[in-house]
């Protein structure tokens, strides 16, 4: 099956530009996150999707980020407007109902720079 | 100070050699969690311990569940296996914005 899938790979933009990010889960994955890692920090968690619905957006860091899982397929993740801070790699992952944590295949990232 | 401490944040070394990646976490855990991160790729889980210790290939992992402490062991070491080995600790059935992240090991086989 293919893995989970992520666009762009690499994004550079200026500060107080707006970038949009997607995740494509791997089909029939209810179950989506969003995580970040910042430069030199730890993976840190963003939000989590069951099909099209917000489960819990707690790691959600301010309302310049916005998520979305339209039909509960593919996600986006839309900064507007993006901060020098926001800089780092977004890495989205998938995984079936009722799984647990270690279960999550995680997609390759996106590298985003606020310059 | 995180909760998930892990050694050394950079580690290089010799083809051939043994390497050991070191996680302590200092919160109540059911199950930590070992994952590889490929220069430019994304992220593969490697293991999942509860207790004591699982081998995969030349890859093995221990925890001591007492002491809150964790060891990647990688024998035989090759330049493939160059990448950034992140812990992470959660209840198994938490949810994931529970999981704490260490920050990674930093890992680069020379040939």
């Known amino acids: 099956e293919a893995g989970v899938t992520q666009f762009p790979s690499h994004s550079v933009i200026e500060k107080g530009q707006t970038v949009t990010l997607r995740c494509d889960p791997i089909?029939?994955?209810?179950?989506l996150y969003w995580y970040r890692r910042v430069m030199g920090k730890e993976i840190k968690f963003l939000l989590h999707?069951?099909?099209?619905?917000?489960?819990?957006e707690s790691g959600m860091p301010n309302n310049r980020f916005l998520a979305e899982r339209t039909g509960g397929t593919y996600s986006t993740l839309k900064v507007q407007p993006a901060e020098l801070e926001d800089s780092g790699v977004y890495f989205c992952?998938?995984?079936?109902?009722?799984?647990?944590?270690?279960?999550?295949?995680f997609g390759p990232g996106t590298r985003l720079t606020v310059t | 100070k995180n909760e998930v401490e892990q050694s050394p944040q950079n580690l290089t070394a010799q083809e051939g050699e043994f390497i050991t990646i070191n996680c302590s976490y200092s919160v109540g855990i059911s199950a930590l969690h070992w994952l590889q991160q490929h220069p430019g790729g994304g992220i593969v889980s490697l293991f999942m311990l509860s207790s004591g210790k699982k081998k995969h290939g030349r890859l093995i992992a221990t925890i001591n569940i007492q002491e809150k402490h964790s060891s990647l062991h990688i024998t035989a070491s090759h330049p493939r296996d160059s990448a950034v080995y992140i812990c992470a600790v959660a209840e198994p059935y938490s949810s994931a914005s529970k999981i704490i992240f260490g920050s990674g090991t930093r890992l680069s086989i020379r040939p």
């Open positions: 999707f069951v099909k099209e619905s917000k489960q819990d």
């Open positions: 992952a998938s995984s079936r109902s009722g799984t647990v944590f270690y279960e999550q295949y």
């Open positions: 089909s029939g994955h209810d179950n």
